[in-house]
């Protein structure tokens, strides 16, 4: 799931730590502590403690409250994410999540309307920035704590020198506060005190000629581009014995495997009941999908994976509108538990570079069937795995994950187990 996006700061967002004034005086740890153990920073605050009112806001301003089942609400945050949300270091491309795919995000199992904070124009409630909030029971190494997860901070480009951001991070600190949640997680291209975790962005071509011409990608020195188009070619049909869309009926497996999968990584979240399985796994029209693999014999879910649909705009581009991605979610296979999966002596891959292979193989011909232009996979849980032999790319992109008042040890980017979009 990404991420609290700073849209003040670009490139790699990198500035002199003692420029971060708000951020130095958060309950996160300093940019060059040496963190050896875990829990909170500050200790939670008894409610009647916590404001009860809002934090204040410039005159001109005025706080709201979204609600996604309402069409003028979802259609507010839409245009204003659309026209003002995360764009890249070349203003090429912005990120276009659809409606669907926001009250996906933003409507999982125990989401509150009061954690959709908004700012309007009191004059015209014209929407202008935005943060999110949603629960997220985070295991970080052995210790398990509901957190809330932030997302989608976004201030309107005309507005980034009002100094919004702090004052919409502190509001929603207070309202998570207020239901007794005192710690969170969330992601950004900024470079912040203190990231626990840096993953890179990779990408796999499925429509390079697409891409070549709305300038995402390029044709190698001394390729032609039907030679790139060969490269990238994927098989017409999955290959993997019992693969298939995942079903309502696997919510159960899926779950059991899911969780016991992840519990192999330092930082990951936990599906407490088949309810987050069938909102954030079990596939959504045009949002999510997902697959698993059935055991012909005895009915057992082996495997799952899935990815989401996250389109682009394309700026300025007289050819295209609009970049079609798909983005690796959550996969998990039994083969990981199998006593047998060590490497052999001579060097052959292991029985879980094989499968995770297979598996990301089939979801690519799957996404090129679908009309996806490129597949995006952050280097995180066994990604890295397969990058490579799948014909992944390096991209210039890179996501720092922080926590809110939780001190943790630093975590390799292989043992990271959230996703965030």
Request: proline share 6%; charged share 25%; aromatic share 10%.
């Amino acid at each position: 799931m990404q991420s609290l996006a700073l849209q003040e700061s670009s490139g790699n967002g990198k500035k002199p730590m003692e420029e971060h004034k708000f951020w130095n005086t958060q309950p996160v740890p300093k940019h060059d502590e040496q963190i050896t153990d875990m829990g909170p920073i500050e200790p939670s605050v008894p409610l009647d403690q916590i404001s009860k009112e809002p934090t204040a806001l410039p005159k001109e301003f005025e706080w709201c409250e979204l609600d996604m089942n309402v069409e003028k609400d979802a259609k507010d945050l839409y245009e204003f994410l659309t026209l003002n949300y995360v764009e890249d270091d070349n203003n090429q491309f912005r990120f276009d999540y659809p409606v669907e795919f926001l009250k996906w995000a933003l409507q999982p199992p125990q989401w509150r309307k009061d954690w959709l904070v908004g700012v309007r124009v009191a004059s015209n409630k014209k929407l202008v920035a935005f943060i999110s909030a949603i629960p997220v029971q985070l295991r970080t190494f052995d210790k398990s704590t509901l957190m809330t997860e932030i997302n989608f901070l976004n201030v309107h480009k005309k507005l980034r020198s009002k100094r919004l951001t702090p004052v919409m991070i502190r509001e929603i600190t207070r309202r998570s506060h207020l239901h007794g949640i005192f710690q969170a997680v969330y992601t950004a291209g900024a470079v912040l005190p203190k990231s626990v975790s840096t993953c890179q962005y990779f990408h796999r071509s499925l429509n390079p000629k697409k891409l070549v011409e709305c300038g995402f990608s390029r044709i190698p020195k001394s390729w032609t581009l039907a030679r790139l188009i060969k490269h990238c070619k994927v098989p017409e049909k999955t290959s993997t014995t019992g693969f298939r869309e995942m079903q309502p009926k696997d919510i159960p497996q899926v779950r059991v495997l899911l969780n016991k999968y992840l519990e192999r990584f330092d930082i990951a979240p936990q599906f407490d009941t088949d309810e987050d399985i069938e909102h954030w796994i079990l596939p959504h029209k045009d949002v999510v999908w997902s697959y698993v693999v059935e055991d012909a014999t005895t009915k057992k879910i082996t495997d799952m994976i899935s990815f989401y649909s996250l389109p682009s705009s394309v700026i300025g581009n007289p050819k295209h509108k609009t970049l079609n991605a798909a983005y690796l979610f959550y996969s998990a296979t039994d083969v990981a538990f199998s006593e047998a999966n060590q490497t052999t002596q001579d060097g052959s891959p292991d029985l879980l570079n094989k499968r995770m292979n297979e598996l990301v193989s089939d979801a690519l011909i799957v996404a090129k069937q679908l009309g996806f232009d490129v597949m995006n996979a952050l280097h995180l849980l066994d990604n890295g795995r397969v990058l490579q032999q799948q014909k992944f790319g390096a991209g210039d992109g890179f996501l720092n994950y922080y926590l809110y008042n939780w001190r943790c040890p630093n975590v390799d980017n292989n043992k990271i187990g959230l996703v965030m979009f």
